[in-house]
């Protein structure tokens, strides 16, 4: 497919698919996320340890992060359409099956079998960005189609969080089941036929895989997903022992930190034309290093508590939108084979942070999830220069 010409004097107006796409990772986020979200009432209502119903983020995320690439090559040849809509389908059978699971011994596979739609329609709804829109509007379509993300953190999280309190995490989960079949019904209806995007031959991956730049990119999303989920896997019981808040508080809470993402998401994608790529992801991830640094100052009172989520607010989703749009950037050619891996490279940290979060927690170490979290953050930043400095001596050697 070709995508059509904007006119000169106007910015290309985002085709409706787009908006298709972006609910789609709306749902898919609130799906993700309403583990951490529910994680209090999940360890409660299946008699288990908190680290223990943490493994259900780390099962999942390690699913996403080994799956994104495997199934990037697997679903190379189908049409996006029919993909987009079978995995929206898939999500909402599962999640359903996981809102009925009797026991934490059938949630936990349940739960790695709902999480094969994420690992397929986040990577593959970015690839079919350069068949739906021009290249001059790439960056702010794939930053559009990832605000799903940041609109789920505002929504998605809180309202199950909100759920999980009042009425159990059952019904948190049966309502993303009910989200994703209208998502399935969106994507049939807006997607057009014919979206293919190039299938990755071994000359792509292989160029891919022998890119420092592009690989040290990657890995400085590896370490910001490792570097939050450490904390923000444990939000929820993080902010019971410390600030005791209700119900309503820590819905509060999420709708809060939530709200920022938002905002953060949608001034990274009006500028980032502008900032450039590099720029934008240094600046979301010295906002959440700014969080971390500050953490300690929020255990006494929830309004600086709140006043601290701001700075990693800003940055978190903004930070994932950023650099999916460096990724293409850099390599457009090779999109699909850098936004699988990138996928990939998200989850395998938050399986990473969920995992040393939980063994943390299990030697009495809560209160230093912030700490570890901090080193990591500004690991990913130390690399990040590196990569755009060696992206820098790649183009003028050519």
Known sequence: MTPPAAPPSTAPRLPASLWALMLGNFV???????????????????????????QLITVGAALIGVGAPVFAGLVAGWDRRRLLTLCMLWYAVFMAACALAPH??????????AMVPPAIFTPQAAACVGLLVPMAGRGRAITFVFLGWSVASVLGMPLSAWIGGLLGWRWAFGLVAVLALASA????????????????TRRDWASTLASPALMMAVGVTLLSAFGQFVLFSYFAPYFQQVLRPGTGTLSLLFLWFGAFGLVGNMLVSRRIDRLGPPRAVLLTLGAMALSLALWPLGTNALWVQMLVLVPWGLGCFACNSAQQARLVHMA???????????????????ALGAALGGALIAQGGMLRLHAVGLVLMLLAMALSTWATRVQKRSVGSR
Do not use: E, F, K
């Open 28 to 54: 898919i986020g609130t799906g993700v996320m309403a583990v951490p979200g529910t994680l209090n009432d999940i360890s409660a209502s299946l008699a288990v340890s908190v680290p223990q119903a943490g």
């Open 104 to 113: 934490y011994g059938t949630l936990l596979p349940l739960r790695v079998l």
């Open 185 to 200: 019904v969106a994507v049939w209806r807006a997607m057009p036929d014919g979206v293919r995007p190039a299938a990755l």
């Open 332 to 350: 457009p050619a090779l999109a699909p084979a850098t936004v699988a891996l990138n996928t990939s490279a998200i989850y395998g940290g938050q």
